[in-house]
């Protein structure tokens, strides 16, 4: 599976958008992209995931560049509940999800 | 109310005891999961289950076991042969029509 590259931290206000970025050079093209959040001391939670177009849930959006190389997931309106670590995955289909360092997103009032 | 649980919370365990931590799901998903979480570590796979009665080693299944004799179950024994037990436990399951995987609270292990 392709590996991925997030920023290890970010900071947000409360009430803003929080765009968490992921780059996967590597991914091919029946790799998806996942996303999943973890609260501390919570099991991680399942957030989106994506082959190719931008997909959106009641949760957060996610938006896949054309070549497919990067993406981005965005909380419309963060809230100091979404303070968590956010991982972005890229999965061949049947294959196991690899967890790696993710991103530290803390959102501030 | 559906969801995979996980129980107990917390476990303290002393040093050369085996001990078992539960998983249920109510989800009817055929795979289930064990991972493991360090401190600051993302999750690494001990074993899988993709059906009843079958089950395979992930990536640092030594000192572990398993068994599934239910759909719903998928119990893991903690040996006295792990060498380093204190961590978090998350227990996933999923349906073999997708990859997402969803997760149990946890059970945080610690050995005195």
């Known amino acids: 599976d392709a590996k991925t590259t997030q920023p290890p931290s970010m900071d947000c206000a409360e009430g803003r958008a929080a765009n968490l970025p992921c780059n996967h050079s590597t991914i091919s093209g029946n790799e998806y992209v996942y996303w999943y959040r973890q609260i501390h001391s919570q099991g991680p939670q399942y957030i989106i995931h994506?082959?190719?177009n931008n997909e959106t849930n009641e949760m957060a959006s996610l938006i896949i560049t054309e070549d497919r190389k990067s993406s981005t997931l965005i909380l419309p309106h963060a809230t100091l509940r979404d303070t968590a670590v956010y991982y972005c995955i890229v999965l061949n289909a049947g294959n196991m999800l690899t967890f790696g360092g993710g991103t530290r997103l803390m959102v501030k009032p | 109310d559906g969801g995979i649980t996980q129980s107990p919370k917390y476990l303290f365990r002393k040093e050369g005891q085996n001990v078992t931590l539960s998983c249920e799901q109510n989800?009817?998903?055929?795979?289930m999961y064990w991972y493991r979480q360090d401190p600051g570590q993302g999750l690494r796979l001990i074993y899988y289950?993709?059906?009843?009665?079958?089950?395979q080693k992930g990536d640092i299944a030594e000192g572990y076991s398993v068994s599934r004799e239910k759909k719903e179950s998928f119990p893991l024994t903690v040996t006295s042969a792990q060498k380093n037990p204190t961590a978090f436990y998350l227990c996933?399951?999923?349906?073999?029509?997708?990859?997402?995987?969803?997760f149990g609270p946890g059970t945080r292990l610690t050995v005195l």
């Open positions: 289950s993709q059906i009843v009665n079958d089950f």
């Open positions: 996933a399951s999923r349906t073999v029509n997708t990859d997402t995987q969803y």
């Open positions: 994506g082959l190719k």
């Open positions: 989800l009817n998903h055929d795979a």
